[in-house]
């Protein structure tokens, strides 16, 4: 019998299934198993109080109404309960590192928050009067400043919802510039295999056809490479500077001079912008365009997939096919061009985006701007690079790195090390899961096999990252050591194990459909899909 | 600098490990000429809390909030009483400062709620199915037109004049530079518009809007009988979703896809963004949607779980041959609407529509009584639009003179168009109080 140190018995009372501890209700103390909404129905109960309508006139003019939606009801506690037991089944910035290479996972800080919820921000509709909404668009111009300033570009289109957006923002300015040039025929889009999925995408999207450019051994992208596929029916290249292998790219001169002197333009993805903000202004690269994901570097928070917002700062050469709407000063303050007839001289591509852009973001982004200053700005990317290198250099005798440094501000290593040991990447990251960490980012770039990418950011202290590095080298030894079967089973403490993802996408199951008869079994367990 | 935990005592230790002088040696492959020696020149340098504080509070105190004034401005956002249970809720870190969930054994939180997400927005459109979100309706609308002519190859687009002016400039920009032939109609303000004669065997889709710009209201079972007959698709747009609690869902009129602005539950007005894009379809099309899809599957012990799926859709597989290019959407937004449509439910759900529709009767109503006003509107949910005797952007400027934003002037959207300057949209919700309603009838009684 075992006992607790104060002699009583402390042996488990649950039933264990394969020597694992089960409890009665399934839940693992803090670990809530948690129902769907639909299945915590509650006929009869409701979360908001409404007034009676103060008519029941109608004037539907003859129109239809509906029978029922469908929706449960709950009271609040239920609902606020279990939305909170659903946030504790996350990994988040706030609870552990989450170095999650080409995302820049950065500390997300509260008072961008509160600044965002100012009513004079958050409660103004886009469509008052323009002298009602002056400090708003005071506010879009004073981040326009910030971020043309640090670019060191001319212009910028402010309204794209995220970085793909941006891209197409860009490559539909290059598109309308192409045109006005009278050279319509550039319709093929360089695009280095390292890139993010994105800028293929986003080519196709705008109606050019993609052709890859292969990567050096180096992991960088050669001039030689780039002038080989150059020719008159080149649109522009798409590079992303740092590459997606954390490098800087160091003929970008050359290659941004070689695209213009070939009648091409030069799109940078700004992804990567983290790396060098405040210590490289991408002007001074022979950039043309260049989106900024807000929700990257300015720490706009990534809430489980958005929203984003990508600002594409713009060379003179495409600054005139910029979309609607931009903020102007005018006589009596500040005013928004919402029509090209009003554009005066510009010639915008046409609308990306319903009103007038990610204004919560603009805001969060601007205190985190201000915060940092151009001193901090620039220490933030000398921190992430040094973070990076730190991480690097403390693990490449035991984990592959895939190219020598130093590396900007991600670390990558391939799947070398795990030669042998039968222990695949994924399986490597799902081991992180179990000591607390969520993995780098996994399989990409396509440039090398088993991609290892870590992004530590800037935000980490030297503590968290030395703790983390001993949990990675501890994590490598294991699987060369042998210890396959510790790396197949993991995770093994998270609310679900490893999950079914070829079932999932052969027979979808994408809604909650009501079940003929009620399910009485434990949650969770007897519901499974069949 | 309180966001960087780095000391100048770490920093030289870790420069040790990796065997450089200084950090300027980390960007030694930086062409020369492009290294910054100092700061950016022309910029501020960092500021504390309060500093930042002061300076945003001032930037943000030169706006007219929308509760602070008798408010009436609708045309695709509108203005609505959100529970502080909503905010609250998706505040908690796990929820705001988590990523994209890759990695389902740790994002279970976010799988979850995007799965009711995608039931509620297919119950509320009455379609099968619906993605986790786009970044706004705009967006999603031409998104749909995409889609629709990837289902039926072909490349004709008929825009209703009914359809948000934004949602038509976001689809001809989209679209067009696709090589799409669309034919966006005169704008619809009479509600006479008939679509039906213009669909024949080249036009992938027709695009149509309930309540319309103008706020009429409209049954499009039979054009969806019509469309459908020549192999057309129809999109049905809701840029008020709240009027999904009161009238027919477009899945029951037949609509192939529909697209919804979902700002108005959950989500405030922020100055136009970021918002929340629903996009429903049936089971059928399901493949050729755009955007992240969340699926339900199980886990090595058989317990249910939620995973991202269908991925071969999307762009960090398929690359150039991707459905679409969209990577992040808006899954803060769409989690502020899935918990504020939880704590609505059915019967809030219901009764909020019916609020939202009895306060637009009373205060038509009320204009009506008004010299010169006519309420253009045969039927209406929330917002109608009004015909003035005078310009409606000048009566609409000595309104906000007095402290009344009245709407939104049509001419805001069509400048150029001749005979729509005396039109004016009245949106009114459930935050305007009886009194709100009485002192834009002085008002305008005053200024007409």
């Known amino acids: 019998m075992a006992m607790n140190n104060q002699g009583r018995d402390s042996t488990p009372h649950a039933v264990t299934v394969d020597g694992e501890f089960v409890t009665f209700t399934g839940n693992k103390a803090l670990q809530q198993e948690e129902a769907l909404i639909f299945e915590l129905d509650n006929p009869g109960a409701v979360g908001v109080d409404l007034e009676a309508p103060v008519t029941t006139k109608t004037r539907l003019g003859g129109v239809k109404t509906r029978a029922s939606v469908g929706l449960p009801s709950l009271a609040e506690p239920d609902v606020v309960r279990h939305y909170t037991r659903l946030s504790q089944k996350n990994f988040a910035i706030d609870t552990t590192m989450y170095p999650l290479g080409s995302c820049t996972m950065k500390h997300n800080p509260r008072l961008n928050e509160k600044m965002a919820r100012l009513p004079g921000f958050s409660d103004i509709h886009p469509l008052q009067p323009v002298e009602t909404v002056q400090g708003a668009l005071e506010l879009i111009d004073q981040l326009a400043h910030w971020l043309k300033t640090l670019t060191g570009m001319p212009a910028i289109a402010m309204s794209p919802g995220a970085g793909a957006h941006g891209e197409l923002c860009g490559l539909m300015s290059i598109h309308a510039a192409l045109d006005a040039r009278g050279e319509s025929h550039r319709r093929r889009v360089l695009v280095p295999e390292s890139a993010h999925g994105t800028n293929p995408a986003t080519a196709a999207f705008c109606g050019f056809t993609v052709d890859t450019i292969p990567a050096e051994e180096n992991g960088r992208v050669s001039v030689e490479a780039v002038k080989a596929k150059l020719g008159d029916d080149v649109a522009c290249i798409m590079l992303t500077n740092p590459n997606t292998c954390g490098l800087f790219e160091p003929q970008i001169r050359e290659i941004a001079d070689a695209v213009h002197a070939a009648g091409g333009y030069f799109y940078c993805d700004g992804a990567n912008y983290n790396a060098i903000v405040g210590r490289v202004r991408p002007a001074d690269l022979g950039v043309d365009a260049m989106h900024i994901n807000l929700h990257k570097t300015f720490s706009t928070p990534h809430g489980g997939g958005g929203p984003g917002s990508g600002p594409v700062v713009l060379s003179d050469a495409l600054a005139p096919y910029a979309p609607l709407p931009f903020v102007v000063h005018g006589k009596n303050g500040f005013d928004l061009v919402e029509q090209a007839a009003d554009a005066k001289g510009a010639k915008p591509f046409g609308r990306l985006k319903g009103f007038h852009g990610q204004m919560g973001m603009f805001v969060r982004a601007l205190a985190y701007i201000l915060s940092h200053g151009a001193d901090g700005l620039r220490q933030v990317a000398s921190d992430a690079v040094l973070n990076a290198n730190y991480v690097l250099a403390s693990l490449k005798d035991v984990m592959s790195a895939s190219f020598d440094g130093p590396c900007m501000h991600e670390a990558l290593f391939d799947d070398r090390f795990l030669k042998g040991t039968g222990v695949t990447p994924l399986d490597f990251a799902k081991a992180m899961i179990d000591e607390g960490y969520h993995p780098m980012t996994m399989y990409f770039p396509l440039v090398v096999h088993g991609a290892l990418l870590i992004e530590p950011t800037e935000t980490e202290s030297k503590q968290t990252l030395d703790r983390f590095i001993a949990t990675m080298r501890h994590l490598a030894e294991k699987a060369k050591a042998g210890d396959l079967a510790h790396f197949q089973a993991s995770p093994r403490l998270t609310p679900r194990k490893r999950l079914d993802e070829t079932q999932a996408a052969r027979k979808p199951v994408l809604r909650w459909v009501k079940p003929a008869v009620p399910a009485s079994a434990p949650v969770g367990v007897a519901q499974a899909a069949e | ?448």
């Not at chain 2, 379809?281 to 799926?309: E, S």
């Not at chain 2, 949106?427 to 709100?436: G, K, M, P």
Request: glycine letters at 10%; proline letters at 4%; one cysteine or more.
């Open chain 2, 1 to 448: 600098m309180r966001y960087l935990p780095l000391t100048e005592t770490d920093r030289s230790a870790m420069l040790a490990t990796i065997g450089v002088d200084s950090v300027d040696a980390l960007f030694r492959d930086v062409p020369e000429q492009a290294r910054l020696k100092g700061p950016i020149a022309g910029l501020s340098n960092h500021m504390g809390e309060l500093a930042v504080e002061r300076h945003l509070s001032r930037l943000a105190a030169k706006n007219v909030t929308a509760s602070s004034v008798p408010f009436f401005i609708g045309g695709g956002a509108y203005k609505h009483h959100v529970p502080a249970s909503v905010d609250q809720t998706l505040l908690r870190g796990e929820f705001l400062t988590s990523y994209t969930p890759y990695q389902p054994e740790v994002t279970q939180g976010t799988l979850q709620y995007l799965f009711e997400f995608q039931t509620q927005v297919a119950l509320l459109t009455g379609m099968d199915v619906a993605n986790a979100s786009m970044y706004d309706g705009a967006t999603g609308t031409a998104e749909a037109v995409l889609m629709a002519a990837r289902i039926n190859k072909r490349n004709k687009v008929i825009l209703s004049g009914g359809l948000h002016p934004h949602y038509r400039e976001v689809v001809e920009t989209t679209c067009g530079v696709m090589g799409m032939d669309i034919r966006a109609q005169a704008p619809d303000w009479k509600n006479a518009e008939d679509l039906t004669a213009l669909i024949d065997g080249e036009t992938a889709c027709i695009v149509v809007q309930t309540p319309s710009l103008f706020g009429h209201l409209r049954d499009f079972t039979a054009l969806c009988d019509a469309a459908h007959a020549k192999g057309t698709l129809v999109i049905v747009v809701v840029t008020e979703v709240v009027s999904l609690g009161l009238l027919t869902p477009p899945g029951e009129m037949g609509a192939d896809i529909v697209v919804c602005e979902g700002q108005s539950i959950g989500n405030g007005l922020n100055f136009g963004g970021p918002y929340v894009g629903l996009f429903a379809t049936r089971d059928k099309y399901v493949r050729q949607m755009p955007g992240r899809l969340c699926g339900q599957t199980v886990d090595a012990d058989g317990k249910r779980g939620f995973v991202l799926t269908l991925s071969t859709r999307e762009q960090h597989i398929r690359r150039e041959k991707a459905t679409s290019n969209i990577c992040t959407n808006s899954g803060l937004c769409a989690l502020a609407f899935t918990i504020h449509l939880s704590l609505l439910g059915e019967q809030g759900l219901t009764k909020l529509a019916r609020v939202n529709h009895a306060n637009a009767v009373t205060l038509a109503d009320k204009l009506e009584a008004v010299k010169g006003v006519k309420i253009v509107n045969d039927g209406f949910f929330n917002e109608f639009t009004v015909k003035l005797p005078k310009k409606a952007a000048k009566v609409l400027s000595k309104l906000a003179e007095r402290g009344i934003l009245a709407g939104v002037p049509v001419s805001r959207f069509y400048p150029e168009m001749d005979g729509l300057e005396d039109l004016l949209l009245v949106a009114s919700t459930e935050v305007n109080s009886l009194e709100d309603m009485d002192a834009l009838v002085r008002g305008l009684e005053e200024v007409l």
